[in-house]
């Protein structure tokens, strides 16, 4: 059985896509905090990340686990990504494959990464079989960074020079069913990238709009206006000085290798906008 953590969220929901290709929905657990209608087939289990002993219950019978990082960042996320680890040792998984951020560092701006890094540790120190697929920014949140700029002509953002190897989200899914069902991966981490990075300034030529770097407080205040969390603007803001400080600039191979073939491009990509 491979049970999937966050089936409902957009990473899981295209994964259990691809796996749908591979294998028999009877053997595909999803499991998620609310119900949400699956494929045909699937078992729905219900546990909260916070909530041990559902998450205990959710893994009985799980062989390998799809672990999709948590939303939630700081000691929350940390606790409630170190829960599943700790059900899934309780339950006597046997593969996790858990998909975190790319070169993961306990000193990078990026705070996200750091819970990233205190999961894969928990499941270092596990003994359980892992692989670890380690993620570059998604191609598909560049609406949150660009808002209404092309309309605009002209954006305004807080990258500075930093590049950027942005992902598919897609690709990424399609990657974890193959490593989900493939023999070859245990005890393996991939650095999962596009093929090439971009400044905000790159990107605006090929979106044929203009750029200008500005100071952080102008996210800040942004943010603060469409009264988000300020959770999400202290993440975001982190991501910013992640970005400038080059920390998801990396380009690799890893992708295109558990593909066998080229990752979507970013340019592409952004013709659909
Ligand atoms: N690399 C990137 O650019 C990037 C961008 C965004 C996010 N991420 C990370 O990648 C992960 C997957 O991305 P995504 O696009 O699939 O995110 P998503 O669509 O926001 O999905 C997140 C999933 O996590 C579930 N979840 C959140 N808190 C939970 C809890 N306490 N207990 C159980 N389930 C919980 C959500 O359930 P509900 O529907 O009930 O909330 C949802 O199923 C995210 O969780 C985040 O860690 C990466």
Redesign the pocket.
Known sequence: MIAI??????????TIEFLLKKVKPENIIA????P?AMPEGIQVRL????DLNALNAAFKGVERLLQ?????MGEA?IR?ETNVVRAAIQQDVKHIVY?G?IRPSAVANFY?THQALATERAILSSGITYTFLR????M??MPLFIGNALEAGHWEYPAGNGKVSF?S?MDIAEALANVLTEAGHENKQYEISGSKAYTFADTAKLLNITYADVPNVYLEKGMAAEHLPGELITCMVSMVDGIKANEFAYVEKDLEYLLRRKPQSFEQYLKTL
């Not at 953590?5 to 295209?14: D, E």
């Not at 499991?31 to 609310?34: S, T």
């Open positions: 953590t966050g089936a409902n969220g957009n990473l899981g929901k295209a499991v998620m905090r609310n949400v546990a909260d990340y916070e999709i990082s948590a939303t939630s996320g409630q998909t951020s996200a993620n570059s920014l998604y598909e949140i992902v989200r």
